[in-house]
């Protein structure tokens, strides 16, 4: 295919399917019931929410889970009749358009859920679920083992159920360790488990059922997926990458996003040229140098400056000095008939070779996460369904 963009994504809808459909089999191991949840928050993990949604929708998937009340619009206008969960803060004086648009609203506190409630409009309630920090420590009604824990959380969730103006249909808590394998991690996620689910029970006894009681997300689903989670909170593994890099995943996962861009130029250089910003590189012996056309603007890390490597015509080749932020340099030393024009991929397979996200994850110190959330909107995403081509999303 020939693209006229300098740097590009290409997003393979097959292999979201492939994935999806090795979650789905994954979930329904336990044979529990639990209902698939697709999370595309930000902009579908940088895959580009709406083909990404559209697809999902096409795959018969109904639950979805974003950040904001801008993302839920989003998603309404691809997923008419998809259920749509707000895992993030929402100003309460969109009350009303959260009821007109039937979305669920996330209830982090007694203050939030009473703001909510007083923009609330008569009849029209806000459907909401209440999220308990079990031990993320990051939102949610505080619970514990202990009775005055315990007894604190309960009045807490009978104060916020007995608000008019909200509809709590469901509960929800996050894991913080369900991606790590040592006993210390593992007692963690079990304790988690044990208050989430006690204050599950206490809630639908003394207070009113619920239509949702979730804590699976992607982790979960892979290690803990025999869990009583009306909710499968898939969310990088429907990407293809692992929640923890460095632990093995028993489903096959295949990476949904490639980043490629193009040498621009190329040129001989002696032993001794310094390259780049910083002059953080100097070529040992006479080397073949190229222009790449991408940078750190376009999400391209500047960490990867010395250490990262690119694919041009199946070979590896070794970014030399500083990433910039429209450009880079490369050797292609050891590339046969190497031409400006040639396809360079950052992210993806070309021939034998890949690399993925968690591959430059590592080498920046981060997650395979922040990899491809980080890949710049200035950079178009080109989706492709059985092979070709059937979109490009791009600013212009």
Known sequence: MQYRERVWAEISLDALSLNVENIQKQIAQADLDTEYCAVVKADAYGHGEEFVCRHLYELGIRFYAVSSFEEALRVRKWCPD???????????????????????????????????????????????????DTGMGRIGLRTGLETSEINACLQEMKEISGLDGLNIEGLFTHFAVADENDTDNITYTIRQETEFFHMAELFETEIAPLKQVHCMNSAAILYRNDLPSTLARAGIIMYGLKPNANLEVPIPLTPVLSLRSRISHIKTVPEGTCISYGRTYTTPTEKQIATVTIGYADGY????????????KGVRCPIVGRVCMDQMMIDVSAVPDVETGDIVTLI????????TADDIAGICGTIGYEIVCNISKRVPRIFLKDGRQIHEDCLI
């Open 82 to 132: 998809g259920e749509i969960l707000i895992l993030g803060y929402t100003a309460p004086e969109c009350a009303p358009m959260l009821a007109e648009h039937n979305i669920i609203q996330t209830i982090v506190s007694v203050e939030y859920a009473k703001e909510l409630a007083k923009f609330a409009e008569v009849g029209f309630p806000v459907r909401c679920h209440i999220a308990l």
């Open 301 to 312: 890390s500047r960490h990867l400056s010395n250490r990262g490597e690119v694919i041009v």
């Open 348 to 355: 993806g397979t070309d021939g034998s070779e890949t690399i």
